[in-house]
Structures are given as C-alpha cells and as structure tokens.
C-alpha cells in the first residue's frame, strides 16, 4: 500500500557556505527520499534557505550590502551545491519566498487568534548609544566557563550564557558600549501551556527517534517549557501581521521551522495536489525531519508546539533523523577556527558518488565521528575500488567476454539477494543506514566469493556453458546490486544499469531475461593515491 511520504530537510542559514557538517545531517533525506519512491510511496521531498535574522544584518553591515543580497548570494550557493551533490529535492525553496512569507503570517495571525501566542513584557538587553535592543547574537562578553570573548548566543566551549550574564557584563558588538537592562514588549509562544500534549508526542512517538533527539527533548521536558519570544527588533525577517507589532519582525526559528508547511502547500499547489493529506492527522502518512544535533528542539518540541497551536489536528513529525556531531580532523567545527571543510571543496576533488557512500557508510549516526583525507581515501578504494569496483570490471570486462545470455538463477543467489533486499529496508525505515550499507557491501563480497570459488577464467576454456551461466549469475547479482546502491550512489548506479540495459526502477529483484551486448565497459571508480 502507498503511503504518504514527508521528509523535511533542515533549512541551512544563509551567511556561511555548507560545509561537511551540514552534509552528514541533510544527505540522510536524500536517501530516504530515493528509497521511498523505489518502492512506490508518495514522497514530498522539501527544504529551503533560511534567509532572516540577526546574523544575516549583522553581515551585510559589515560587509555594507542589503540582507537580501547576502540571502541571496548563499541561496544560489546552496542550490548549486544541493544540485551537485545530487539531492533529489521536490522543492528547494526561500523563507524569503512571497508564497512562503504570506502563508506563515497566516499561520502566525491563527496561533495567536487562538491564543498561544501572548504579550509579555521582559527584561532585555539594550544598547543606550545604538539606542536599540540586541539579541544574543548582537553582544559580546567575556565567557564566564573558559575565560574567552564570546559572543552572547554560545562560546566554543560549549557554555551558553545566561540572561543575567548579557544584562550584566556584555556588550554591543556594533559600538562597544556595556549594555543596561530596559523592558521590552515581544509576542511569546506559550510552550509551559503545551507541556502536558508535547509530553503525551515525545512518549508517543520517541522509539522511532534516534537516541540523541530522545535525550535532547526529554532534557527539555523534564526541566519544564518555558515560553519563547515568536517576535524581535529587527527590519529584516517576515512581517508580523499583529497591530501595535508593526516595527518588530518574526523571530528566524519560527519561520524556518513553519517552511516544511508552507513548503509542503507550495509543492501541491504547483502539482495539483491536496497538501492537507500530507499534514492533517493522516495515519498512512510518515513524516520525516532531518537535523544535525544542534536543531533537535526546533523539530522535536517547537515545530509540535506551533502544529497544536493551529488546532486544525494538524499530523505531528513521525521520525527525528538526527545525527551527532562530525569533527576534522580530531576538532569540532567551528566558524571562529575556520576549520570547516565546505562540500564544494571535496566535490572538486573527489567523485561525488564517492562522497555520499563515505558519508551515509561512516556518518556520525548515534556518536561524533571524525572526519580526515586519509580514511576517506582508506574506504574509497576498499570498498568501491578493491570490492564493489573490482567484481563489475572483472564480471563485465572478462576478456573475450561479447555478450550476457540469460541463464538458470542459482538458489542461494536468488535467496540471498532477496534477504538484501528485506535487510536494507528494514534497516533504511529503522534509520540505521550504516547497517543498510553493511548489508549491500556483505553482497558485493558473497558476489567477490561467488566469483573466485567457481573460477569462471578457467571455465571459459573448458565449459563455455557452465562459465556463461556463471558470469549470468554475476550480472544478476551486480544489476541489483546497482539497484540497491541507487539510492546511496545515483550515479554509478545509472552507469551499470545502461552497460545492462535495464531500465527497471522499483525495489524488487532484477531478473535478466535477455541478451546483453556488453560494449564500453569502464572501471567505475578510480584509485586514489
């Protein structure tokens, strides 16, 4: 039976390019998403830009441009390099976008008619020369935990400053002056009235969670919700469609995590669909969030806080596909060291289906994993060289070999390549994609094993009929085998099934049924040094 199928792709922030951090959060989607259409769901695959925000004004002051040419210059960046990485997204879209903008202030106006979204007055820090408001972002201090200048959202060390910390010892980074504490009127999302039903979500739903986003959330939970500021000063961000909150725009987080909607309606809008059977309490429809470690929250508690708060029995996210952290070289990433590698400097160097199966094979799924040239060369060449590689260019490239006859399938292989089959799925809808992977590499080598133990180079000259039949074998192991790994690897996946004129797409067993006439047969992977 086909289900409904969403898988929400972070939204990367426009003021930096991606590097390898963003890849191991957001290529987990990918590949859900390939797989979910192999077997025939109904998938809307869906990300964005996140275009507003502090950080974002922060830049283009210093760099004297508008936000928007900043949001913009990175959008295009992102697309690129989604585009290159070969991301099969259904709707890369903006929070920008004017589609997006107008829905989310309706959604906002709803929230808050159905009062989950309240006034309050709070402390806050305030620049007196600036003669503003900052947020966190906008201050700088001396970190209390490691001693170091911090800005006020996190130091590297890990240590979040508190409110008093900002009042009391920070200042701006604009001007430089200590900042004083001034009251200020913002919009709050009432998260302390939603506890009881966010509680009632996360038992509900966390064994289909990873084990980080499970302890995340109930961190959270257990030291009670508090309610959160849905407005800031700023001028640039979306509008809030809210009288006497003209000169405030909407808080970036809020915005960003409401684009899986908006996104969602835009997509079935343009391809005459009803958006509403994705996200209105559909028992057949699974939905799919895809984070790095540092967004559970916004997908685990504020993205089902504002669904609730529509009170339109809105579907809540099914799986929290939340990975830990990647290091290089033995060191977090970190803006300030400037030691990220960005995933348009490896696409220039190494194959790009190379860098998919390095990174969903050896992603930081339940621990940080490090990250550094030599591993990923290391697994380059043994797995997809010396294994994968090797058995495709001996099977398809045996000298003197013209053509495939179709043969007789042996039991063990049929048996075996349909439990790969059953494994890798399982374990894909179990987001257990190393396993997933583990499973196909274990039917390169049973095919590497095949290969060697019935020694088709000697039956070539003794037994053609019983070598033709061997190397059929071989064929049918390596066509799924390329039908298994599409999802992983598109690319060379493509390549194979043109040298063996296939031209299924499902995820059910590839039968040859006729001739092949094999021609231009090249390695798929070369060494790397």
Not at 53 to 81: H, L, Q, V
Not at 269 to 290: A, P, R
């Amino acid at each position: 039976m086909k289900r409904n199928i969403i898988i929400g792709g972070a939204w990367p922030y426009a003021n930096s390019s991606l590097h390898l951090g963003h890849l191991v959060a957001l290529l987990p989607g990918d590949l859900l998403a390939r797989y979910h259409r192999k077997i025939g769901d109904n998938v809307i695959y869906i990300s964005g830009t996140d275009c507003h925000g502090t950080p974002i004004t922060i830049r283009a002051k210093k760099e004297n441009k508008k936000p928007k040419e900043i949001s913009d210059f990175y959008n295009e960046e992102f697309s690129k390099t989604f585009q290159k990485m070969n991301f099969s997204y259904d709707l890369y879209t903006q929070t920008e976008d004017e589609y997006h903008k107008e829905k989310v202030k309706e959604i906002f106006k709803k929230i808050y008619d159905n009062k989950y979204i309240v006034e309050k007055e709070e402390p806050q820090p305030y620049c007196p020369k600036c003669n503003k408001f900052l947020a966190d972002r906008e201050l700088v201090l001396i970190c209390p935990n490691c001693g170091n200048e911090t800005k006020g959202e996190e130091c590297d060390c890990g240590y979040v400053p508190t409110m008093d910390d900002l009042i009391n010892f920070a200042h701006c980074q604009e001007c430089g002056t200590k900042v004083v504490e001034k009251n200020n009127k913002n919009l709050y999302i009432t998260l302390s009235k939603l506890q009881s039903e966010i509680e009632i979500y996360y038992k509900n739903n966390k064994e289909k969670w990873r084990k980080n986003a499970q302890n995340e959330t109930l961190k959270y939970l257990s030291q009670g919700l508090i309610d959160r500021a849905v407005t800031r000063d700023l001028e640039w961000g979306i509008d809030i469609p809210i009288i006497g909150y003209e000169k405030k725009r909407m808080y970036v987080w809020i915005d960003a995590v409401l684009g899986y909607i908006t996104a969602t309606m835009k997509y079935c809008e343009e391809h005459n669909l009803d958006w509403k059977k994705y996200w209105k309490g559909n028992e057949e429809t699974i939905i799919y969030m895809v984070h790095g470690k540092d967004n559970i929250i916004f997908h685990s508690i504020i993205l089902p806080a504002l669904l609730i708060s529509m009170q339109e029995n809105m579907k809540l996210p099914d799986k929290m596909v939340s990975c830990e952290y990647l290091n290089i070289n033995n060191e977090k990433i970190s803006k300030s060291k400037g030691n990220g590698i960005t995933i348009l400097d490896l696409t220039e160097k190494y194959d790009i289906d190379s860098i998919r199966y390095y990174f969903l094979s050896n992603g930081p799924e339940k621990k940080d994993t490090n990250f550094g040239t030599e591993e990923f060369k290391n697994v380059h060449n043994s797995d997809l060289v010396n294994k994968y590689g090797n058995f495709i260019n001996r099977t398809l490239n045996f000298k003197g070999l013209e053509e495939i006859k179709p043969g007789k399938i042996e039991k063990e292989i049929d048996e075996k390549i349909s439990k790969t089959y059953n494994e890798v799925s399982k374990y894909l809808e179990n987001l257990e994609f190393r396993k997933a992977i583990e499973e196909i590499i274990d039917l390169v080598e049973f095919g590497n094993k095949y290969y060697d133990d019935e020694k088709p180079w000697i039956l070539f000259k003794e037994d053609i009929n019983k070598f033709n039949n061997i190397i059929y074998n071989c064929a049918t192991i390596i066509a799924n085998l390329a039908n298994l790994f599409e999802p992983i690897m598109p690319i060379s996946s493509e390549k194979i099934k043109n040298y063996l004129n296939i031209n299924e797409s499902g995820w059910e067993k590839i039968v040859i049924k006729e001739k092949i006439q094999l021609k231009n047969i090249t390695p798929l992977f070369e060494r790397l040094k």
